[in-house]
């Protein structure tokens, strides 16, 4: 069982301030991770999909399910499916195995009605601006509350995993001398160049 306690204070590490929807994801996770009895992913053995989208509230969400789960947009095995949702779905790679949590709505409308969001964030104050003392009771109803309170984790799923295999071929722009992954070369008359200078070169 992976506790999403220990997992809080990196978490506001990685994000950068405190709020409540960066915890909500660290218990999202952890109770897709715990309903499927997996491990923090070390390398891509998990696969998380993040229903959210750009520019809304409580995108930060999806940094407590990178936190949690392993599943980084760096390592390449988290997408964002823009839906302006909450839900997650993880999968476990190995079997295909995978669930989806939901945060429950009428949690997050209970949270909507505090202070952190009525007197600062919804009047344009940045969440980094808003006093511990309002922020942090919040931060400790998203932590403490029963799963069930909280959360609705689906029934397991049988997921189709995509096999694919990493590109460690590079190769050089031949206009601007930078590294390319060769995947993404264009030609040219200056032969094998990267995508902007293809676009500079028509
Ligand atoms: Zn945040
Ligand atoms: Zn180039």
Do not use: W
């Not at 995509?162 to 995947?183: H, Q, R, Y």
């Amino acid at each position: 069982m992976i506790d999403p306690k220990e997992f809080l204070k990196a978490g506001q590490q990685l994000h950068g301030h405190k709020c409540p929807a960066m915890p909500l994801g660290l218990r999202a996770g952890a109770a897709a991770m715990n309903a499927l009895v997996v491990a923090r992913a070390k390398d891509k053995d998990l696969f998380a999909v993040v229903e959210l989208g750009d520019d809304h509230c409580a995108h930060c969400f999806a940094d407590g399910v990178q936190m949690i789960t392993g599943c980084t947009f760096g390592k390449g095995n988290i997408r964002k499916a823009g839906y302006g949702k909450f839900g997650v779905t993880l999968v476990d790679r190995a079997t295909g195995r995978s669930v989806r949590v939901v945060p429950l709505a009428k949690a997050q409308l209970g949270m909507k009605q505090t202070k952190f969001f009525l007197e600062y964030r919804m009047k344009g104050v940045p969440a980094s601006k808003v006093p511990e003392d309002v922020v942090d009771p919040l931060i400790q109803q998203v932590m403490n509350a029963p799963q069930e309170q909280l959360l609705s984790i689906g029934p397991e799923l049988k997921t189709e995993v995509e096999k694919k295999t990493e590109s460690f071929g590079t190769t050089v722009c031949a206009i601007c001398g930078e590294m390319v992954v060769d995947e993404y070369l264009r030609p040219s008359a200056a032969g094998k160049v990267c995508i902007p200078c293809s676009q500079k070169a028509v």
